[in-house]
């Protein structure tokens, strides 16, 4: 059986107007994700826009929450790179402040390759560390690699590399390929992305979650990814939130709950949601919370 993984926040990531990160603002956040009942914290995921941020900044975060406090066994590091050896090198940055676990995508450049090209491109990063230095979740999230990681597929790169595999992220929104991945490979902790069948998931012996969501209301996504307990809450803020562009909206949720503007910011291509917009979400999020309190 797999071990619980619990939650883990895919920690949005707060810019300046003038583009640079807001590295005291995230590390709050992170601390306040933590205390408010995430296990662990995930950066550069696809909510953090972690494809956007460079070599430098992700080597200074590392670094930063490594001396705050916020050590390498709460966290999980997201991987962006279609050159082997850059992925070899920002999971090495992260084993150099004791982070093992990483949130391993396929190569993304190249659409719908073959599933031995896919192999042998984890085989190859993975023959660039250390035996046991790395613990692997594979990253599925076709929407936007455009590579698909079938349950068969997940099964050959476990057989490739053995049991630096511990997980799989599940993030295909698709309700019949999560059961099937629970029931094929439910030795390792399956994590799904989409908050709405997570408490479903972990009924069926999922292990927890990686999600967008954990930064607006951890309290409630703990019970979900813990106990398969339904929040009606937390399936009502998905339904809001995605009827605008999804990370620039829960960017702006937490930028209205936190009030700090450094957080409505994201980096090109991604938009920030105009004001108009934002005052009505607000508004629509305000009724949301109301409902919850009542």
């Given at each position: 059986m797999?071990?619980?993984?619990?939650?883990?926040?895919?920690?949005?990531?707060?810019?300046?107007?003038?583009?640079?990160?807001?590295d005291a603002?995230?590390?709050?956040?992170?601390?306040?994700?933590?205390?408010?009942?995430?296990?662990?914290?995930?950066?550069?995921g696809t909510?953090?826009?972690g494809a956007?941020?460079?070599?430098?900044?992700?080597?200074?975060?590392?670094?930063?929450?490594?001396?705050?406090?916020?050590?390498?066994?709460?966290?999980?590091?997201?991987?962006?790179a279609?050159?082997v050896?850059?992925?070899?090198?920002?999971?090495?940055a992260?084993?150099?402040i004791?982070c093992?676990r990483?949130?391993?995508?396929?190569p993304?450049?190249?659409?719908q390759p073959?599933?031995e090209?896919?192999?042998?491109w984890?085989?190859a990063?993975?023959?660039q560390l250390?035996?046991?230095s790395?613990?692997?979740?594979?990253?599925?999230?076709p929407?936007?690699?455009?590579?698909?990681l079938?349950v068969?597929?997940?099964?050959?790169?476990?057989?490739?590399?053995?049991?630096?595999?511990?997980a799989v992220?599940?993030?295909t929104?698709?309700?019949?390929?999560?059961?099937?991945?629970?029931?094929t490979?439910?030795?390792?902790?399956i994590?799904?992305?989409?908050?709405?069948?997570?408490a479903?998931?972990v009924?069926?012996g999922?292990?927890?979650a990686?999600?967008?969501?954990?930064?607006l209301?951890p309290?409630?996504?703990?019970r979900?990814?813990?106990?398969?307990v339904?929040?009606?809450?937390?399936?009502?803020?998905?339904?809001?939130?995605?009827?605008?562009?999804?990370i620039?909206?829960?960017?702006?949720?937490i930028?209205?709950?936190?009030d700090?503007?450094?957080?409505?910011c994201?980096?090109?291509?991604?938009?920030?949601i105009?004001?108009?917009?934002?005052?009505?979400?607000?508004?629509e999020?305000?009724?949301?919370?109301?409902?919850?309190?009542?």
């Open positions: 797999n071990e619980r993984f619990g939650l883990s926040v895919a920690l949005a990531t707060p810019f300046q107007p003038s583009g640079e990160i807001a603002a995230l590390l709050a956040h992170a601390r306040t994700c933590l205390e408010g009942g995430c296990d662990s914290v995930t950066l550069f909510t953090g826009e956007s941020i460079a070599w430098e900044e992700r080597c200074r975060l590392l670094g930063g929450f490594n001396e705050a406090g916020i050590t390498g066994d709460r966290l999980v590091s997201g991987i962006s279609t050159a050896m850059d992925a070899v090198a920002q999971i090495k992260a084993q150099s004791g093992k990483v949130l391993l995508p396929p993304y450049y190249f659409k073959e599933d090209g896919v192999i042998a984890y085989r990063v993975f023959e250390d035996r046991g790395v613990e692997i979740i594979l990253y599925n999230i929407s936007l690699t455009g590579v698909a079938s068969d597929l997940i099964a050959r790169l476990r057989d490739a590399l053995g049991g630096s595999i511990i992220k599940d993030s929104s698709d309700w019949d390929y999560t059961q099937t991945l629970l029931a490979h439910n030795d390792i902790s994590l799904v992305g989409e908050e709405r069948h997570l479903a998931a009924r069926k999922g292990a927890g990686i999600c967008g969501m954990a930064n209301d309290g409630s996504l703990r979900m990814a813990w106990d398969g339904e929040q009606p809450y937390i399936n009502d803020l998905v339904e809001l939130l995605s009827k605008h562009p999804l620039p909206a829960i960017k702006t949720a930028a209205q709950q936190s700090e503007a450094a957080w409505s994201v980096r090109a291509p991604l938009l920030k105009e004001e108009e917009v934002a005052a009505q979400l607000q508004q999020l305000d009724l949301l919370k109301s409902r919850k309190a009542a």
